[in-house]
Nanobody, 113 residues
Framework: QVQPVESGGGLVQPGGSLRLSCAAS????????MGWYRRAPGKQLELVAH???????YYADTAKGRFTISRDDAKNTVYLQMDRLKPEDTAVYYC???????WGQGTQVTVSS
């Protein structure tokens, strides 16, 4: 049973940065694609970025050029570096191991002055 645990959220001013972390248990981490998602108030869950086991990445248009996804297989952890944050990035951020239905509690990111 994979149980992701997200951390690193908080309150940041527009233009600031945050680094999110997601630790996922299980032996399949290193061979799995890991995705970061977010749910903004009143909106649907959306994919922000993903990274494959080989390190290939995908970014939603809203994340391109500002966010960077990376992974450390030795720590079973995936990261999301978020720079030049905007108020519209405010959301609860979740990670998910593709092929599983396990979701963590998420981490709240609030971008506000």
């Amino acid at each position: 049973q994979v149980q992701p645990v997200e951390s690193g959220g908080g309150l940041v001013q527009p233009g600031g940065s945050l680094r999110l972390s997601c630790a996922a248990s299980g032996s399949m981490f290193s061979v799995s694609t890991m995705g970061w998602y977010r749910r903004a108030p009143g909106k649907q869950l959306e994919l922000v970025a993903h990274i494959t086991s080989l390190g290939s990445t995908y970014y939603a248009d809203t994340a391109k050029g500002r966010f960077t996804i990376s992974r450390d297989d030795a720590k079973n952890t995936v990261y999301l570096q978020m720079d030049r944050l905007k108020p519209e990035d405010t959301a609860v951020y979740y990670c998910n191991m593709y092929g599983t239905t396990s979701w963590g509690q998420g981490t709240q990111v609030t971008v506000s002055s």
